[in-house]
């Protein structure tokens, strides 16, 4: 193409998109021997089998695998013992490779040891309920909310479980699996009904309301009604 002088980089738009790298799951930068990291020598100690594997991400982030029916006792663990103090939760997320399970993962920092360490949890997509770590860090409640809303996992004891970014009532799923249409599962004409018929003042002030126009308004046959803003 640079030798063409007639081409250019908006050339490779007509192309079409390419085919993704194709990764295989879990791949990671490099194995990793339990010295390596305090942390997970401990874990592997204590715990024995409850400790799936271990593995080095980008170069120097050292992720876990734990049994998610030990989970809760670990964590716990990990942030008690004076020996870990992994006091800091910074993240608590989900991961969805496109297959027969979800990981939720957490990311936790030790502020007096200065070291950080990734957990994993690998659910299966049918058995998708964890242990809340909320009583150990309060920083967790709305992540794992999130984490439900996106991913659909269900965490146990969590003292407010509801979705956070999602409406309450909304039926079309997860968004953040892999299983879930780019455009929704719902017709764009089935969520501009669903969108109409909603009650504004869920989501509008009496203020809001007195100030802007008149909510638009779907007829029987699920159009809008004419004349109306």
Known sequence: M?????????????????????RVRGAVTSAAA??????????????????????????????????????????????NDASQLYDMMSDVTGVDYGG?????????????????????CELPANALEIDSVVGLWKSADWLEREVFDLFGVKFRGHPDLRRILMPDDYAEGNPLRKDFPLRGRFSRA??????????????YTATDLKHGGTPQQVTAGGKPAEGVD
């Open 2 to 22: 640079a030798n063409n002088p007639s081409s250019s980089a908006l050339d490779a738009v007509e192309l079409g998109p390419l085919p993704s790298e194709i």
């Open 34 to 79: 339990p010295s390596d990291h305090p942390s997970v020598a401990a874990l592997v100690t204590r715990f024995g089998a409850g400790i799936v594997r271990h593995r080095v991400s980008a170069g120097d982030q050292t992720v876990v695998w734990v049994d998610p029916k030990q989970s809760l006792e670990i964590l716990t663990w990990l942030k």
């Open 100 to 120: 027969a399970s979800v990981d939720v993962v957490y990311q936790m920092f030790s502020t007096t040891h200065k070291r950080a360490l990734r957990v994993r």
């Open 190 to 203: 089935e969520q501009t009904r669903r969108a109409l018929e909603q009650d504004v003042e869920r989501f």
